[in-house]
């Protein structure tokens, strides 16, 4: 027996791909587990040509679920996002489009009750310590998959999925404004002064104004990824804002331990741009702000689900850089990415002087790919 024979399960989970992992069939010794998982990834490796991993950050994750160890949840879910050329599963955030996908796994691995027509999964996230609600519609005793729900940058329609992360506040750092300011101020080189927004909902986010970087703010990844001194400059604001928030003790250390977390996004007032993925034109009036998330030191094709929950909270604290930008007064807030248009719907109310987020909630479609099992050499675990 030279290989190691492991149950494996690949979802889409709205624009992102994953690898789900039943965690009873993995090593209880977290060094033991990640060395099999960076094995099934094939990390580090530029290619990921010796294992499941897609050699490109949105479909280089990974979804544990199990029983839950809680009477308040369903299931428990740890994310991992896997490194690609380095030998590093990074735990310290969550993955809001893998998320949307943890509730059709349950349900269709029988750890959950199926019950139609929509079944509630309430989702215990580790990395977070935060409760998911995901809202699955429900067919035949499984999770539905046909549907005319469509998201930028997925082709084709599915069934939606509402998922809500008004209970992720302070998901990193147990405060929604982990500074205690709407803004804070920061030097970086090649910039000078610069004014930031940190706001941590569902992951901690820093949010910068592409004005003040010299952007436009509708810039393609292919612009960003191929600009190494701005991508530099990102990465500097990034750092520095995890060594703000205590994720890190140095910016090196922010760089190399915990490159997916926190996410920065750069924001600007509703323009008028075209999808990169399909060259349709988007107006400046189907959008309440324009945003560009960056994630894993290069810029998301998407937007992030746990970044829309984010951006969308943020809006919805007067005095932050995105509440500023963002045209939308109601409940509804329509975040332009690279692919297109995605929504989320946000309620807040004031207590105490505070904002309290009520609920989060934006649609996903997810599908099972393939089920089977994945083979890991016996040296390598």
């Known amino acids: 027996m030279e290989q190691i024979m492991i149950r494996c399960t690949i979802m889409r989970g709205g624009t992102s791909k994953g690898i789900f992992l039943h965690e009873n069939d993995l090593p209880q010794d977290p060094a033991k587990r990640d060395k099999m998982i960076l094995s099934i990834f094939g990390s580090p490796d530029v290619r990921q040509i010796d294992g499941l991993g897609g050699a490109d950050p949105l479909t280089s994750k990974l979804a544990i679920v199990g029983p839950s160890s809680r009477p308040d949840a369903d299931v428990d879910y740890t994310f991992g996002q896997i490194s690609i050329d380095k030998a590093l599963v990074d735990y310290s955030g969550n993955c809001g489009n893998i998320s949307s996908a943890v509730g059709p796994f349950a349900i269709d691995d029988g750890l959950v009750k199926a019950v139609e027509p929509v079944t509630k999964v309430r989702i215990y996230n580790t990395n977070t310590g935060k409760i998911l609600v995901a809202?699955?519609?429900?067919?035949?005793?499984?999770?539905?998959?046909?549907?005319?729900?469509?998201?930028?940058?997925?082709?084709?329609?599915?069934?939606?999925?509402?998922m809500d992360f008004a209970g992720t506040v302070g998901a990193a750092t147990g405060k929604m404004l982990p500074t205690g300011n709407v803004k804070d101020v920061m030097y970086v080189d090649g910039v000078g002064e610069i004014e930031v927004s940190v706001v941590d909902v569902a992951n901690p986010m820093v949010f910068v104004r592409a004005a003040d970087l010299g952007l436009k703010g509708t810039e393609t990844p292919a612009e960003i990824d191929g600009d190494e001194r701005m991508r530099k400059i990102l990465e500097t604001i990034r750092a520095k804002t995890a060594v703000?928030?205590?994720?890190?003790?140095?910016?090196?250390?922010?760089?190399?331990?915990?490159?997916?977390?926190?996410?920065?996004?750069?924001?600007?007032?509703?323009?008028?741009?075209?999808?990169?993925?399909?060259?349709?034109?988007?107006?400046?009036?189907?959008?309440?702000l324009v945003s560009r998330l960056m994630f894993m030191q290069v810029m998301h094709k998407t937007y992030a689900g746990t970044g829309t929950t984010c951006t969308g909270a943020a809006a919805?604290?007067?005095?932050?850089?995105?509440h500023e930008v963002c045209?939308?007064?109601?409940?509804r807030v329509r975040i332009g990415h690279p692919a297109g248009v995605l929504e989320i719907e946000v309620e807040t109310e004031v207590q105490e002087g505070q904002v309290v987020l009520k609920r989060a909630a934006f649609g996903r479609t997810a599908r099972r790919i393939m089920d089977g099992y994945v083979y890991v050499p016996v040296n390598k675990v």
Request: charged share 20%; glycine share 10%; no cysteine.
């Open 135 to 162: 809202e699955v519609p429900v067919k035949d005793g499984k999770a539905q998959v046909i549907g005319d729900y469509a998201i930028a940058g997925v082709p084709g329609t599915g069934a939606k999925i509402m």
């Open 244 to 288: 703000l928030i205590g994720m890190a003790a140095t910016e090196e250390e922010a760089t190399l331990k915990s490159p997916a977390f926190p996410m920065l996004a750069f924001v600007s007032p509703p323009q008028s741009y075209k999808s990169f993925t399909t060259g349709k034109e988007i107006a400046a009036e189907d959008v309440d």
């Open 316 to 322: 919805k604290i007067p005095g932050t850089i995105v």
């Open 327 to 331: 045209a939308s007064k109601d409940a």
